[in-house]
């Protein structure tokens, strides 16, 4: 089936640096894939919709300088947090639609922002 | 008030006993998804419905389009049923909006 792999799975680190966070599809061609942030005991919130080839388009609210979304192939989307801060601490995961097939999700990073 | 409302927000149970999971939902959908999320945080689909009803093994979700309102059922329930159940409904291409979550406890 399909499958989704999402690195790194938890990142700790200082403020003030930039993450990098990879969703790769492994066995489909994905041209859009789902970014999603999620508070301890909260559930999802969409924070943009990377799409391959083109700009991603943010959830209202999301800063486009803050959390920098790139799709450059039909496999790999990845969300850099720049400048990271504590308040970015947060559980960030990915998703990837497969034809009429429910959303195939990545396992999450867990980012601690010291 | 939120677009998608889950009911109850936790529940606990013995093992063995029937589980409701209950969703509303106030908007037009394409499709509605029952998800898992474990302690981890790993998140996997258990159904995609527009219609009906679907089974796998021991769950059971319905959807009444009308009513805008799915259940996710758990019959003889494990321990290991225990996570966060999460109703999330699908509108135009693939957007998900998602309810809160159910925590669900199985004690042995």
């Known amino acids: 089936g399909a499958v989704v792999s999402q690195h790194p799975s938890w990142v700790i680190c200082k403020s003030g640096t930039s993450v990098k966070i990879e969703c790769r599809s492994l066995d489909f061609q994905a041209t859009t894939m789902f970014w999603y942030r999620q508070f301890p005991k909260q559930s999802l919130m969409l924070m943009a919709t990377s799409n391959e080839g083109s700009k991603a388009t943010y959830e209202q609210g999301v800063e486009k300088d803050k959390f920098l979304i790139n799709h450059a192939s039909l496999t790999l989307s990845t969300l850099t947090v720049t400048s990271a801060h504590p308040e970015d601490s947060s559980f960030y995961i990915c998703?990837?639609?497969?034809?009429?097939?429910?959303?195939?999700f990545g396992d999450g990073t867990r980012l601690s922002i010291l | 008030k939120n677009e998608v409302e889950q009911s109850p927000q936790n529940l606990t149970a013995q093992e063995g006993e029937f589980i409701t999971i209950n969703c509303s939902y106030s908007v037009g959908i394409s499709a509605l998804h029952w998800l898992q999320q474990h302690p981890g945080g790993g998140i996997v689909s258990l159904f995609m419905l527009s219609s009906g009803k679907k089974k796998h093994g021991r769950l059971i979700a319905t959807i009444n389009i009308q009513e805008k309102h799915s259940s996710l059922h758990i019959t003889a329930s494990h321990p290991r049923d225990s996570a966060v159940y999460i109703c999330?409904?699908?509108?135009?291409?693939?957007?998900?909006?998602f309810g809160q979550g159910t925590r669900l406890t199985i004690n042995p």
């Open positions: 999330a409904v699908k509108q135009g291409a693939q957007k998900l909006v």
């Open positions: 998703s990837a639609p497969w034809q009429n097939q429910p959303q195939h």
